[in-house]
């Protein structure tokens, strides 16, 4: 009996004929296993860029340290990726590697200052560092090199209240809220700063907002604060 048609020959490549002759001779784990040998051996002589989209869709399926060796394995190629060292370093604050995360971000801003993503990404991994300075300079260089970073505004917001700039922190909230004001988190957000500094009113108007949106931690505050 034929192991494939000839209609098989014509339409797959040759690795998709290997795989159908696999399967068709040997059990379901030795062909997994086979396959993983075969996939392992093809991946010789990869670009940087396909290393650098295969970490990518490792890190969207969270297999971070598959993502990580894919985003080393591209800059390995490719010393000057910017971008592999912006993902290897948003991989590595999701391992909570926040010292390795923010080393790969400041040489993404070195080589790509243009570019405000790492910037904000150092700021967030600063901010789990508690370097609450560090980060609002790095947000604060994120928004001057994209004035409409929403995320930006809203997360410089937050190590500004750690500062207890309460002020600093509402204006941050509004101007979040103002680019969309569809996201109950910026509400809410700014309902505690308000809240501090005893405008208990403003921040229960913010929380019933947060609330409207689907913020359901809101309604948590309202009910100890505003009643």
Same mark, same amino acid.
């Given at each position: 009996?034929?192991?494939?048609?000839?209609?098989?020959?014509?339409?797959?490549?040759?690795?998709?004929?290997?795989?159908?002759?696999?399967?068709?001779?040997?059990?379901?784990?030795?062909?997994?296993?086979?396959?993983?040998?075969?996939?392992?051996?093809?991946?010789?002589?990869?670009?940087?860029?396909?290393?650098?989209?295969?970490?990518?869709?490792?890190?969207?399926?969270?297999?971070?340290?598959?993502?990580?060796?894919?985003?080393?394995?591209?800059?390995?190629?490719?010393?000057?990726?910017?971008?592999?060292?912006?993902?290897?370093?948003?991989?590595?604050?999701?391992?909570?590697?926040?010292? =390795?995360?923010? @080393? $790969?971000?400041?040489?993404? %801003? &070195?080589? /790509? *200052?243009?570019? +405000?993503?790492?910037? #904000?990404?150092? !700021?967030?991994?600063?901010?789990?560092?508690?370097?609450?300075?560090?980060?609002?300079?790095?947000?604060?260089?994120?928004?001057?090199?994209?004035?409409?970073?929403?995320?930006?505004?809203?997360?410089?917001?937050?190590?500004?209240?750690?500062?207890?700039?309460?002020? =600093?922190?509402? @204006? $941050?909230?509004?101007?979040? %809220? &103002?680019? /969309? *004001?569809?996201? +109950?988190?910026?509400? #809410?957000?700014? !309902?505690?700063?308000?809240?501090?500094?005893?405008?208990?009113?403003?921040?229960?108007?913010?929380?019933?907002?947060?609330?409207?949106?689907?913020?359901?931690?809101?309604?948590?505050?309202?009910?100890?604060?505003?009643?």
């Amino acid at each position: 009996m034929l192991l494939w048609t000839y209609k098989e020959l014509i339409k797959n490549s040759f690795v998709d004929i290997f795989i159908v002759f696999l399967h068709k001779i040997y059990t379901m784990k030795n062909f997994i296993f086979l396959i993983s040998v075969l996939l392992v051996s093809v991946s010789f002589g990869q670009t940087a860029e396909e290393y650098f989209n295969q970490a990518k869709a490792k890190y969207e399926l969270q297999h971070f340290k598959g993502a990580k060796a894919n985003f080393t394995k591209a800059i390995e190629l490719d010393p000057a990726y910017a971008k592999a060292y912006d993902g290897r370093g948003v991989v590595k604050y999701e391992l909570k590697d926040f010292k =390795g995360a923010i @080393a $790969d971000f400041t040489k993404a %801003i &070195e080589l /790509n *200052p243009a570019d +405000g993503n790492a910037n #904000f990404n150092r !700021g967030n991994a600063k901010n789990e560092l508690k370097d609450y300075t560090g980060a609002i300079a790095d947000y604060t260089k994120a928004i001057e090199l994209n004035p409409a970073y929403r995320n930006a505004y809203k997360n410089r917001g937050i190590p500004k209240i750690a500062l207890q700039d309460y002020t =600093g922190a509402i @204006a $941050d909230f509004t101007k979040e %809220i &103002e680019l /969309n *004001p569809t996201h +109950g988190d910026a509400y #809410f957000m700014r !309902g505690l700063a308000k809240y501090t500094l005893s405008d208990t009113e403003g921040a229960c108007l913010d929380w019933n907002k947060a609330g409207e949106l689907g913020y359901g931690d809101a309604y948590e505050y309202i009910k100890k604060y505003c009643n």
